[in-house]
């Protein structure tokens, strides 16, 4: 019984291409978050949503959607791939970040080639 | 704009001895800290944490100390295992629900 899964785990795909992040969380958090490790390998936040609307969104290229179509999901649509889109992207789930801190996925790792 | 700070990026200990992990952080506002694991292949797991009104927290062999005044905090693991072997995130958190993470330090315990 994975807390927060995504799918799929590793994802390769051509420059230019359209591609989606399926993220779902089975605990009830209220709050969920896409998250970019680069290739420095901070951690940085995309995205997140608090019952199925949009809280923060930080600058990021609006080829990146965000999409809720419930509390337990988060989705990550990507279109236009570029190479530096590159990195591992993860998801993760809170009641609260401040006092229970996240419940992170195991990550996707997307290739641009 | 890097306002959490892991300026090592890697460490190495022998296993039994203690493992010391620090973390610096620019934001007055950040109130709240926590410590992530993370193993290969895996996202990474909430550790530890300690709230701006203290100055320790301690959780078996973890513990974690807060300078506030320099602020500092650090990460204190005794006796160290080959199973901490992983990354470490330090993060920070202030009245928005947001973590900010470091870069990680990578510690290695040496068998």
């Known amino acids: 019984d994975t807390a927060v899964s995504q799918t799929p785990k590793y994802l390769v795909t051509q420059m230019g291409n359209d591609k989606s992040i399926k993220c779902e969380q089975n605990l009830g958090h209220d709050t969920m978050y896409w998250y970019k490790q680069d290739s420095k390998k901070f951690l940085k936040i995309m995205f997140s949503y608090n019952n199925k609307e949009l809280i923060i969104n930080e600058t990021v290229p609006n080829r990146f959607s965000p999409k809720s179509p419930d509390k337990a999901h988060l989705n990550l649509h990507i279109n236009s791939l570029e190479l530096g889109d590159s990195a591992v992207y993860f998801c993760?789930?809170?009641?609260?970040?401040?006092?229970?801190?996240?419940?992170f996925g195991s990550g996707t790792r997307l290739t641009v080639v | 704009d890097q306002q959490v700070k892991q300026n090592s990026p890697s460490l190495s200990v022998q296993e039994g001895r203690i493992s010391i992990l620090n973390c610096d952080y620019t934001n007055s506002m950040f109130d709240y800290f926590l410590w992530y694991k993370k193993y290969p292949a895996e996202g990474p797991t909430f550790l530890i944490s300690?709230?701006?009104?203290?100055d320790k927290n301690e959780d078996g062999r973890f513990t974690v100390f807060l300078n506030k005044s320099a602020k500092h905090l650090s990460l204190h693991i005794v006796p160290s295992q080959p199973g901490d072997s992983a990354v470490y995130f330090c993060?920070?958190?202030?009245?928005?629900?947001?973590?900010?993470f470091g870069s990680g330090t990578q510690l290695t315990v040496l068998p």
């Open positions: 993760a789930s809170s009641p609260q970040a401040r006092v229970y801190g996240y419940t």
């Open positions: 993060a920070a958190t202030g009245s928005a629900r947001q973590l900010t």
């Open positions: 300690i709230s701006s009104i203290k």
